[in-house]
């Protein structure tokens, strides 16, 4: 049959197509009834401030507790989420839960969560905000989001009147991935960004790459000159820790402070004198 309507190549291609878009769905059913049955959960990884590496901030990272895969990362299902849509529903119970589980921290210290361009957009997306904050309890000025250049692609304009209405609440505003993809001069020009993110891109190729090391130093003065504080993201190792100290970067997220953890939400560890303790046996940083 597959010779008679001319060659199997066609054939065999289009069904590949429908195998594809047939698991998408499927996926995408699968995330929604996984906000139902409350299968996500948040992780938190630990912002430090340097020379005293006290934590000063928490950023929360979904996962999926999928019944038989485990486990599941965010890059693994937020891409679809976004492609159908279902990050509005999903982003919200992310925005729920961490203001939910951060308002009953006993440390009181601010929670960063990431925003997807399609919730900005949404419609209703500042008084949804609005209630949120209201119905948990948590203080705005505890709350952070993280933003991405994509969200000033599509409509620019929009989504910088959405983010001027959100600062209004008392809610600051991260931009994230800084130095990865388009992120221009242009963007942190045309809205008041509380804080800038260094994409871990950057910080991966500074044991390796003098651009990088160049990169960086410049996206720190920048953040000097616009009197916006930079926090680098990803940093692993202490040749990476020395480099961004010595080039005055305070702020710091990454493994070699603390993964993102479940535990941090829910075992009272978020006390009010709480001082991160890197992983494992690791030599403190030269500080000097
Ligand atoms: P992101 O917002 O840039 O988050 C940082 C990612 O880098 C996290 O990956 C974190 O676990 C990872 N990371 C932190 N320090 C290190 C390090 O030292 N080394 C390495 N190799 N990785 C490090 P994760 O949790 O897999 O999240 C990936 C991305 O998924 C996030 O990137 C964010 O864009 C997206 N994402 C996560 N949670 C949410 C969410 O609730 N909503 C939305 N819209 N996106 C989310
Ligand atoms: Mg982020
Ligand atoms: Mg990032
Ligand atoms: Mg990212």
Known sequence: RAKASGGDHICLYDKAMDDTARMQRRLVDDMRQAIARNELELHYQVQIRLPA???????ALVR???????????NDFIPLAEQSGLIVKLGEWVLRTACAEAAAW???LPVSVNLSPLQLVAPNFVAKLKSILEITGMDPKRLELEVTESCFI??????GAVLHAVKQLGVSISMDDFGAGYSSLAMLNSFPFDKIKLDRSLIEDLNSSEKSK??????LSLGTALDVPVIAE???TIEQLNYLCAEGCVL???YYYGRPERHLATRGLLTDDETAQPEGEVTPPNLT
């Open 234 to 236: 990803g940093v692993e």
């Open 64 to 74: 999926w507790r999928h019944p038989e895969r485990g486990l599941v990362p965010p």
């Open 53 to 59: 590496e006290e934590a000063v901030s928490y950023e």
């Open 252 to 254: 710091i997220q990454g």
């Open 106 to 108: 006993p440390s009181q």
């Open 154 to 159: 599509a409509d620019g304009a929009k989504a």
């Open 214 to 219: 160049g990169i960086v130093r410049a996206i």
